[in-house]
Structures are given as C-alpha cells and as structure tokens.
C-alpha cells in the first residue's frame, strides 16, 4: 500500500522528527542548479547524543530477541521503500541527475540486498556456533567446556553514499547488514541527497513500528560539514563505522576512529581504479567488442561508480594503436552526462585538466565541460615507464574518463600492474594467443591487489549474493578481510565471544545443548544439527 511522507529537513531521533541545530542549506538540483526544498538542518551535539542515547537504550532492550525478528524488520523495510513508489524515485532524480532507469533498477537491487540479509537473518547462519564439549580426561589438563558464537557489537553509524542514494544510502546494504544481527544504526545523512535519505528514514521507521521494535533502532542525522560525522564517529557509545565515498573522507574518519580514547573499527570503501590488463591476443582478436565492453564500463553512470576502470594495461604496438581509435571513437559517441553534485563535477574537472597536463600524457579525447555539472567523456594514454614514475597518474578520476598505460611488452606489463596499490577490482582479457604462463602471471598479481578478480569482463554490476567481495587493501578499503556487499559484510558488525563452563540457562539459544533454533553447528570438530545429550 502507498504511502507518503512530507519532507521536513529535519533529524530522525527515536521516532520523532526533530528541526533542531542550525539550518544548513537546500539541495541543489545538479542539472538546473535550482534549491530544492526544504531547508535542512545541521546536527548538534545535543542531536548525536539524543540519536545515540536512544540506539543505546535500544540495545539493551533488544538483546535477546530471537535472530528472527531481525529478518522481519528488514523485509518490512523492503515493503515500505517501494511502497514509497514515484515520491521516492522523483525526489531521487531531483537530487542527483540519475535517470528514472538507473533509479528504478537501483531500488529493486536496495529491495534485493534487504531480502537477502532478511534471508541469512532467518537462518541464523552468522551466528556460526561452535561447541568444544569439556574433556575431563584430557592430559596434561582437562579441557573445560567452551562455546563459540557470533554476538552483534552495538550501535553502529554508518554514513550514506553520493553515488547510490538507495542501495548505499542510509537504508543500503550498511544498514541492512547492521540490522541483520541485531545493531542498532545512527545514519548520517549525505547532504546531496538530503531528501531522499529523509524519505528512506520514514520507510525504516515506519517498519520498525510494523515489526514491533522500538524506534531507537534507527536514528538520522543530516548535515554538511565535518563536524557533525566528526560528532557521530567519535561518541563513546558507536562500536563500528560504514562508509562509502571518498579516499580523503574515508581516511578522515578511520583516523578519528582511531584516535579515540577506545578506538573502534571503520568499514571505510574508498577510491579505487579498478585495472584492466589487456593481453596481447585479447587486443589482436576483439578490438572493437573489448573497446565497446569498455566504453560503456567508463562511462556508465556519469563514471561514478565506485568500480569504473580507471586504468587500462596493455601492449604498445599496431594492435594496440587499432584498439586505442576503436575506444576513441567510442567515448566520441558518448552524450555528455549530468554529474551528481557541483563538488564532484568540480573535482572531476581538475582532475581531468591535470592529466591531460601532465608530461607524457596523451589526450586521445578531449571532451569538455558542458556548464557547471556536465562532462564529456576523456581518454587518455601514456608509456608505463611515465606512469611509474608519476604517483599523481594512478589516482582516480571520479567521472568519465580512464587512462590508457602503454607498456613495451608482456613482461613490462607484469612489472607495472605490480606497482599498484589495493582495488576493489583487477580484470583479465586474455585470447586465444596468450600464453597461460602469462594469464596466470597477470592474475597472480591483481590477486594480490584486488577484492574481486575478474576475467574477460567489466568491474561495474556488483551481484548481491553470498560469494561477492565488495573490498580489497588499502586504499580501496580500510580492512581488507571484509566487504560491503554480500552475506559476508555481516561480519563487519559482529564480534566472537566464547563461553566457558556456563550453565545451559545462561548461554545463548544457538550455543544451548537442546539446538532451540535448529542451527547447524561445529561440536567437537564435527558439523551437525543435533542436540548434545546429557
């Protein structure tokens, strides 16, 4: 059933819409730069803490209620986002200049990742119990009785992505895998899509209140300065941070993590340029069809995503020449396309200057900047050794443009690729020419680089499933062993906690001899479903 919420600009705080703070501003529409209202308000510190106070109290209150309720919220709040319908997709390509396509199948992806967590919820298979049954026995020493099992961490902030406002929005995949196991979540809103994430808050209340869990378990603040993520970060009662955007942003938060007085994890996804190798015979055999593949992976989107290839390898030589006009012409054809905000487009316009600047740089297409937020797409090229030895070259360029890195044979190649730092992505084109000694070189070495190793394919569609990793080493994240797509991105918001000779009573239902909850579990090195007889 449709519903409607009227915009207020103001902060979420356990079920209550609250102005409070300073009015800071009102989005902008990027493509007429028009004030879209209302007026929104800055977060306080008197915000933060009302927001956290109520998560807290939510904790306590919600501590022992059985993995269940957890999938029944989520699956409410997959209801209530799309019975949002056009208000929700309207205000969406106010903001941000996305299409009512890209919107639409973002919201169904954001429905999809809901019901998957809703899914590994209900099943209990996070907590991944684990029992070592006492052995009195046992020499030297008898082993006392001890039982394993994943516990959540509590409140958790998480901070809403630009370049996705559903699926890495304050109701995307952070929340919804904080909320699987049971963390309460304190949202700090971005502020270029200030309604839509004020309209995605409504939907999370609105479950909560269907799901019968107390409102405290989501709580939105907005705001655009550093001082209010500052605020959100650095309270005593967060437990964990995810994030999604900017290498600088990311950074700035994991360092204020850090130096608190008890410091915590960020989940922080940063920048990333997402190689492509391009093996001789892949270049000799499909130029055309690998530089379409390509042309549509750069400039998809505007170039924000956070998987667009930004660097592409390969093997100077006539194949490689036929390969670089195919892109070019290409790219050509690409209409300019409306950036998300006036920041990014700016960023994206100094960014591109400096490379076409740079010494050694090619400008293969030039583009230009159409008006404050519109862009045409930009290729460039470059020898390997030039790229070596300018660190400015292997930054991103958030926008539609990627850079093309001449190497002087296979072996350069390898050599160049090594000299990467982490990705989220490292991708492989390999023909029938290609040796398999060089395959699995290349691969080896964006193993080590990358969260997702892909072959003969684009880095952009990021599948919701179990199997997915959506991370990679620094700078692509700051914790490498985790994701933020996925089953496996539950874990960034649970900790291990092992009981040791505890009455049956007093253990968690998933640890308890009887198996209440019916759960796979590991007794004594062996995995089974059956309860342990006394």
Not at 382 to 402: I, K, M, Q, Y
Not at 473 to 492: D, E
């Amino acid at each position: 059933m449709s519903w409607t919420h009227a915009l207020t600009g103001a902060h979420l705080i356990n079920g209550e819409w609250r102005a409070a703070g300073v009015a800071f501003a009102q989005p902008c529409s990027p493509e007429t730069g028009e004030a879209l209202p209302p007026v929104v308000w800055e977060a306080g510190s008197a915000e933060v803490e009302a927001a956290y106070a109520a998560a807290s109290a939510a904790f306590e209150e919600v501590r022992g209620l059985p993995h269940h309720r957890w999938a029944d919220l989520l699956e409410a709040v997959a209801v209530r986002l799309m019975d949002l319908g056009d208000a929700l997709i309207s205000r969406a390509m106010a903001e941000t200049a996305l299409t009512e396509a890209r919107l639409v199948g973002e919201l169904a992806r954001t429905v999809t990742q809901l019901r998957l967590y809703a899914d590994l919820a209900r099943s209990g298979a996070w907590l991944e119990p684990v029992i070592d049954r006492a052995d009195q026995d046992r020499k030297p020493a008898p082993r006392p009785d001890l039982r394993r099992v994943f516990r959540p961490v509590g409140p958790v902030a998480v901070f809403g992505a630009g370049n996705f406002p559903f699926a890495y929005g304050v109701c995307g995949g952070d929340t919804a895998s904080a909320l699987a196991c049971g963390n309460p979540v304190v949202a700090k809103g971005h502020p270029g899509h200030a309604g839509v994430d004020e309209l995605c808050a409504a939907a999370v209340l609105r479950a909560l209140g269907d799901a019968g869990l107390p409102a405290g378990m989501f709580g939105l603040v907005q705001g655009s300065g550093t001082a209010v993520g500052a605020a959100v970060v650095e309270h005593p009662a967060c437990e964990a941070v995810g994030f999604t955007g900017s290498l600088a942003g990311g950074r700035a938060l994991f360092d204020r993590a850090a130096a608190r007085p008890r410091p915590i994890p960020v989940f922080a996804e940063m920048g990333s340029v997402n190689p492509i190798v391009l093996l001789p015979g892949a270049v000799r055999e499909r130029p055309d069809a690998i530089a379409a593949g390509l042309c549509l992976s750069v400039t998809n989107g505007g170039g924000q995503f956070c998987t667009k290839p930004g660097l592409v390898f390969l093997a100077a030589g006539p194949d490689a020449d036929r390969f670089a006009e195919a892109l070019g012409r290409e790219m050509r054809r690409v209409a300019p396309t409306t950036l998300l905000s006036r920041s990014i487009s700016d960023n994206f316009h100094r960014r591109a200057v400096a490379l076409g600047g740079a010494v050694g740089v090619a400008t293969l297409v030039a583009g230009c900047r159409h008006g404050p937020c519109r862009h045409g797409a930009r290729l460039f090229a470059v020898r390997s050794d030039v790229w070596r030895a300018n660190a400015d070259l292997h930054a991103e360029a958030f926008g539609p443009c990627t850079l093309l890195v001449l190497c002087r044979d296979v072996g350069d190649l390898a050599a160049t690729i090594a000299c990467l730092d982490g990705q989220l992505t490292g991708a492989v084109f390999a023909g029938s020419g290609d040796a398999d000694v060089d395959v699995r070189r290349v691969a080896a070495i964006l193993e080590r680089r990358a969260g997702r190793l892909i072959m003969n394919g684009y880095p952009t569609g990021v599948e919701v499933c179990g199997a997915i990793v959506h991370g990679g080493p620094y700078p692509a994240t700051t914790a490498a062993n985790s994701t933020s797509v996925g089953t496996l991105a539950i874990r960034r918001f649970v900790r291990p906690v092992c009981y040791q000779n505890l009455p049956d009573a007093l253990l968690p239902q998933a640890l308890q001899d009887a198996n209440p909850l019916g759960l796979e579990r590991i007794i004594d090195g062996e995995p089974t479903r059956d309860p342990i007889a006394r």
